[in-house]
């Protein structure tokens, strides 16, 4: 790869795609109440949790990337083919799981951001959106679908805008960012495990692979690696750059939400924030009108990035397994089981909003199960990226995103048993 010429701005901006909407849709609406929970409760602490986690979180999503890329399938599809069932089966159902409980807290959060902006029934909003998210996968192709969702990243310069409308402490935020402020209190640890949960997750995976290898399947100048090794310089030199730029973009985002709540929130003694609506209506005596509509509308686009992620995830993963056709690419009438699953997951997640079961405890367990998964998918994943079996001749590239995807393997377990840890306590 070393004999490539170096990218300009125009190729760059040509060659964003997977990478960059994965990164993106994990800063949906149920993320941003993560962070602006973390920079209300702990002010500028967890600043530094940020940049630690991107040269981890890019490792692994550029090993998901390639898995599709090589192998011509989703993370779930390799995982059917080359493990048990019974190791396969329970993690996808469990994706799958938690996937529904994130599509609820995202719709439930927007529906909730509009009311804020125009007043209005929340439900409805709730299933407008959910039509909506369900409606551009059905109808456009992957192309076109792909092009509105890179659109759609630019409404998380919302939260950039936020963080200059207030003034801001920069030579102290920059501090904490760089110099870690680590605490062992017990609230601390919580939300720190709960950071990570939301930055790396299961979905993210399974979205980048999936769409990796449909990149492969409907293009007629793409290969999968494996049996065209010759393109791999160039195609693993694109999907680094979209990842590492993708997830690069996604914490970016996630720092300023968080210190947009520090120096808002926290600064003014409003630390108990659960939510994003939360975080976007506490803002508005604080931050003003500005700050308030810049964060309220962010929810909105966020969600309408994060939803067909999220759902499109769940039906890669249970289509792949269970050996159906997959794909945004495919119409209904050619994939019905993708897009049934698609519709479910939309649906379940959009019904949990009209029962009684508390939308903030909903969350937790999403986070909790995505802590838990991540584990052992990144485990499946980090011996698939060097099995032969799996990645032909490509199985021996990349020795330092292979050390920093177990890195990220590694610190996903510990958070794990931090979570385990600090239930009940």
Not at 168 to 188: G, I, K, Q
Not at 212 to 226: M, T, Y
Request: charge should be positive; proline fraction near 5%.
């Amino acid at each position: 790869m070393g004999d490539q010429p170096p990218a300009s701005p125009k190729t760059i901006l040509q060659i964003l795609g997977p990478g960059l909407i994965t990164g993106a849709s994990d800063d949906d609406p149920s993320g941003i109440g993560t962070y602006s929970q973390a920079g209300a409760q702990f002010g500028f602490g967890m600043l530094w949790v940020m940049l630690f986690t991107w040269p981890l979180m890019s490792a692994i999503q550029e090993i998901s990337a390639r898995i599709g890329r090589v192998t011509g399938y989703g993370v779930a599809g390799n995982l059917r083919r080359h493990y048990p069932m019974w190791f396969s089966y329970p993690v996808v159902v469990l994706v799958l799981f938690a996937n529904v409980l994130n599509i609820g807290a995202d719709l439930g959060a927007m529906g909730a951001a509009l009311r804020l902006l125009v007043g209005g029934p929340a439900h409805f909003y709730e299933l407008f959106f959910a039509l909506v998210c369900f409606a551009g996968a059905a109808l456009f192709s992957y192309k076109k679908y792909s092009a509105v969702l890179r659109w759609l990243t630019l409404v998380l310069f919302a939260y950039v805008v936020v963080a200059f409308v207030v003034k801001v402490p920069w030579s102290e935020a920059l501090r904490h960012t760089l110099v870690p402020s680590f605490s062992l209190d017990r609230n601390y640890l919580a939300l720190l495990v709960a950071v990570l949960g939301t930055t790396i997750s299961p979905y993210l995976f399974i979205w980048q692979a999936s769409g990796e290898a449909e990149e492969v399947r409907i293009s007629k100048l793409d290969h999968a690696l494996k049996s065209h090794p010759e393109e791999a310089p160039i195609q693993l030199r694109r999907i680094r750059i979209d990842t590492y730029l993708g997830m690069f973009f996604s914490n970016a985002v996630a720092w300023f939400v968080i210190l947009a709540a520090a120096i808002t929130l926290h600064a003014n003694g409003q630390t108990d924030i659960s939510t994003a609506t939360q975080a976007a209506e506490a803002l508005r005596p604080l931050g003003g009108q500005v700050a308030f509509l810049l964060f309220a509308a962010g929810i909105i686009g966020t969600g309408l990035l994060a939803v067909p992620v999220l759902a499109g995830s769940a039906a890669y993963a249970m289509g792949e397994v269970t050996r159906r056709r997959v794909g945004i690419d495919y119409s209904p009438k050619r994939a019905p089981f993708f897009y049934v699953v698609m519709g479910a997951a939309t649906a379940i997640g959009l019904g949990l909003n009209f029962t009684s079961i508390n939308p903030i405890k909903a969350l937790i367990w999403s986070a909790m199960i995505n802590g838990v998964v991540a584990v052992p998918v990144m485990v499946a994943m980090m011996l698939m990226i060097r099995n032969p079996n799996v990645m032909g001749p490509m199985a021996s590239k990349g020795r330092w995103v292979y050390l920093l995807g177990w890195l990220a393997t590694g610190v996903m377990l510990a958070a794990a048993i931090a979570m385990f840890a600090t239930m009940g306590k």
